[in-house]
């Protein structure tokens, strides 16, 4: 399964998603980091990704040649991130055909009604959950 983690500014939160995934699901997965600067690819590729690319013609090129793609609400808002996440890429990703696990951070300024306000250690925990049960499945089915 390949995943694809989108983070931009200091790259903390793909780095919290990477090495938190790496903790859970060790090598059944292969992670891209994605950095909309090279601080954040940086970062998660310090963090354990197996390849990292920054910009984005590298977002929108890696988008469509993915599994899953992770990070906050803010990677499919254009101009979001401080003006970092570009049009381009946030329609990339939108219309990826990847699997979308989105974290709902507040500094993006879009709040999603029926989300209770948690610490994002508690989505990363649900985050790795769902993949889990994705590779699990994925393995039954090779099973057969």
Same mark, same amino acid.
């Given at each position: 399964?390949?995943?694809?983690?989108?983070?931009?500014? =200091?790259?903390?939160? =793909?780095?919290?998603?990477?090495?938190?995934?790496?903790?859970?699901?060790?090598?059944?997965?292969?992670?891209?980091?994605?950095?909309?600067?090279?601080?954040?690819?940086?970062?998660?590729? %310090?963090?354990?990704?197996?390849?990292?690319?920054?910009?984005?013609?590298?977002?929108?090129?890696?988008?469509?040649?993915?599994?899953?793609?992770?990070?906050?609400? =803010?990677?499919?808002?254009?101009?979001?991130?401080?003006?970092?996440?570009?049009?381009?890429?946030?329609?990339?990703?939108?219309?990826?055909?990847?699997? %979308?696990?989105?974290?709902?951070?507040?500094?993006?300024?879009?709040?999603?009604?029926?989300?209770?306000?948690?610490?994002?250690?508690?989505?990363?925990?649900?985050?790795?959950?769902?993949?889990?049960?994705?590779?699990?499945?994925?393995?039954? %089915?090779?099973?057969?």
């Amino acid at each position: 399964m390949r995943i694809a983690v989108v983070d931009g500014q =200091g790259g903390g939160i =793909g780095k919290a998603i990477i090495e938190r995934l790496r903790k859970n699901l060790g090598d059944k997965i292969e992670i891209i980091a994605l950095g909309t600067n090279s601080l954040a690819t940086s970062q998660m590729l %310090k963090a354990g990704a197996n390849y990292g690319a920054t910009g984005e013609n590298a977002i929108v090129f890696t988008s469509s040649k993915v599994d899953v793609i992770t990070g906050t609400l =803010g990677i499919i808002a254009a101009n979001s991130m401080l003006g970092e996440v570009t049009p381009s890429m946030a329609k990339a990703i939108s219309e990826s055909d990847a699997l %979308k696990l989105l974290i709902p951070f507040q500094k993006c300024n879009i709040k999603v009604l029926g989300i209770s306000e948690k610490p994002i250690a508690s989505f990363l925990d649900e985050l790795v959950e769902i993949l889990k049960e994705m590779i699990e499945d994925e393995d039954n %089915k090779k099973r057969l």
